[in-house]
Structures are given as structure tokens and as C-alpha cells.
């Protein structure tokens, strides 16, 4: 006779203080969202896990969306789709491509924002788009309210730059009893934006480019790659070298660059093929900037 398998314990709160009473209570649960990370290159289903779960799907705080004339912000259960929805001209074109990115429409509807940046296993889709643009999330957790002061009624919260969520090994640190809530995007113009992802042996690669002008002088330029092996790749030196250049760039001046970046792959142990998609990456983007177009425009 087959041995039975325990199911997991399920909670289901209502209300952010109490997911963040039940996490205090229980943190070894798993924080269960759209659950499409979770599905995704496993076997079988749901009903394999072990422990406790913490089902968030039915807390209206966490799907709230707002916008102000300096940020968007999203609520961390926010569906993918619901985000693209809202349009290229409140969402940034970048993170638009991005969130387009994500597997067909079913996929979408289920993803959820926050659930894409606390993704360890793979590359997060977003969080490089996320860095460029000094997003920030919101950290809280239960905070047991021994004062009769209000305004430590409630739970802790800290907001902290996106990359600062993850260590230099790429794993997400997030303090005991911390859930991501809220993400906050500013509201900056470019002139210039691109995001590709890019399939290949043994891993994919994400580009993410930002780049602003004023008459033909690079103001300001920001360039991040996303690789299985390293979640976050950006050069500052690279960059400063940059601003301040004069477009179009040089043949002999993108081919010094492209191989700065190929130099920045190498000593990071990439593979000869992604160090090479990366190079090209960003010689193509700086080419694009160089010609003769309508500012605002995204390059694919």
C-alpha cells in the first residue's frame, strides 16, 4: 500500500497585519502568490509541498496600484498583466518590454510583480529594468505593539533599493519575518531605452539600456546585463566614461567600448558566447542612439 503524503498546511489571510502575524509565527512558510516560479520545472503539483504555505491571493493591499507625479507603485501582487494594461504611458518603456517578455497571456495573468523580483532560481525578467530606474520595495513585518504610542501600532517597515535585495552571491536577502509589499518606480523621462533577452547555450541574457540626451551630448547612460550565473551586471566605470560623450560615437570608440564590456565578462567567468552577445548588445544600442531619430524611442 502506498504511503500517504502529508499535505501542507494552508493559511489564507485577509489582511496584510495578518500575513505578517502568520509569517512571525511560521517563518519557514512559503509565501504562495500566482505560483507560477513555483510550478515552473517541477514535477507533479501543488499538493507535493511540505510545511506550512501562506496563500496571499486574498489581500487587497497587496494589489493596490497608485501614481503620483514622482512614482508609480505597485502593490507586490499585482498580476503582470494588470501592469501592461495600464500602458506605455504611465509604465516605463523598458519595464513594458519586460513584462511583455513574461510567457504568453495565461502566464501574465497569474505572475506577480513582486513574485518575479524574489525569484532565485532563474533570471529575474524584470529586476535588472527595476535597478536601472533606482527602484526601491517596500521590506515590513510583524511588529508586536508594546507601545501605547500610535505610531508604532502595527508592523516594522524599511524601503531599500532594489539591488540591494540581493547579495553578491545573487540570492535575495531579506531580513527574518520580512516580506516584500510595495515597489516603487520613479517617474523619470529618457530619451533612450532598450531591453532584450537573449537565448543561448547553457543560459540566457537580459540587456537592459537607459540613455539621456541634450543636444548630441550623453547626459546620462546606464547599461545592466542579467545572466543565470551573476543576476546583476553593471559597470559604473564603463558608463562615466560615456557620459558626457558627444553622439554618434566612433567606429574605433564603440569597438574600444565593445571590448571593455567583453573584458568586464571575461573576469566575471561568462561563457565566450554570452560575453560576445554582450558586446554586440551594447555596440548595437549605442549605434541606435547615434542616428538621426524621434527621442522617447525603444529599440528592440
Known amino acids: 500500500m502506498a504511503k500517504l503524503n502529508r499535505p501542507p498546511v494552508i493559511y489564507s489571510p485577509t489582511s496584510l ?41 486574498g489581500i487587497e493591499e497587496l494589489k493596490k496600484i497608485s501614481r ?22 504611465i509604465v516605463p518603456e523598458a519595464l513594458y518590454r519586460a513584462l511583455k517578455h513574461m510567457g504568453p497571456p495565461q502566464i501574465r495573468n497569474m505572475a506577480t510583480i ?26 515590513r513585518r510583524f ?9 508604532l501600532k502595527g ?16 540570492k535575495i536577502t531579506m531580513e527574518p519575518g520580512e516580506i516584500l509589499t510595495r515597489i516603487r518606480i520613479p517617474g523619470e523621462n529618457w530619451t533612450f531605452e532598450s531591453y532584450r533577452k537573449i537565448e543561448g547555450p547553457g543560459t540566457p541574457l537580459i540587456f537592459t539600456a537607459m540613455a539621456r540626451m541634450d543636444k548630441h551630448i550623453l547626459t546620462d547612460i546606464r547599461i545592466c546585463f542579467s545572466t543565470v550565473r551573476e543576476k546583476l551586471m553593471r559597470s559604473r566605470d564603463i558608463e562615466a ?35 560576445a ?19 522617447g524611442l525603444h529599440f528592440q
Open 68 to 89: 503620483t507625479d514622482r512614482y508609480l507603485e505597485l502593490g507586490a501582487s499585482v498580476p503582470v498583466s494588470r501592469v501592461i494594461d495600464l500602458g506605455k504611458s
Open 143 to 151: 511588529r508586536e505593539n508594546r507601545s501605547p504610542r500610535r505610531f
Open 241 to 275: 566614461e560615456m557620459i558626457g560623450h558627444r553622439v554618434p560615437f566612433s567606429s574605433r570608440e564603440l569597438t574600444l567600448l565593445g571590448g571593455k564590456i567583453g573584458s568586464y565578462f571575461q573576469n566575471a567567468g561568462e561563457s565566450s558566447f554570452t560575453t
Open 277 to 295: 552577445r554582450a558586446s554586440a548588445l551594447t555596440i548595437q544600442f549605442l549605434e541606435k542612439i547615434s542616428e538621426p531619430v524621434d527621442e
Open 17 to 57: 497585519q495578518d500575513l505578517l502575524k502568520i509569517y512571525h509565527l511560521n517563518p519557514d512558510s512559503l509565501i504562495y502568490a500566482g505560483g507560477t516560479g513555483l510550478l515552473s520545472g517541477t514535477e507533479g503539483d501543488i499538493f507535493q509541498l511540505r510545511g506550512s504555505v501562506i496563500n496571499i491571493a
Open 114 to 139: 513582486g513574485g518575479n523580483i524574489c525569484r532565485q532560481a532563474v533570471v529575474m525578467d524584470i529586476f535588472p529594468v527595476l535597478h536601472l530606474l533606482d527602484s526601491q520595495v517596500e521590506l
Open 155 to 170: 508592523s516594522g517597515s524599511r524601503w531599500t533599493p532594489v539591488s540591494r535585495l540581493i547579495n553578491s552571491e545573487g
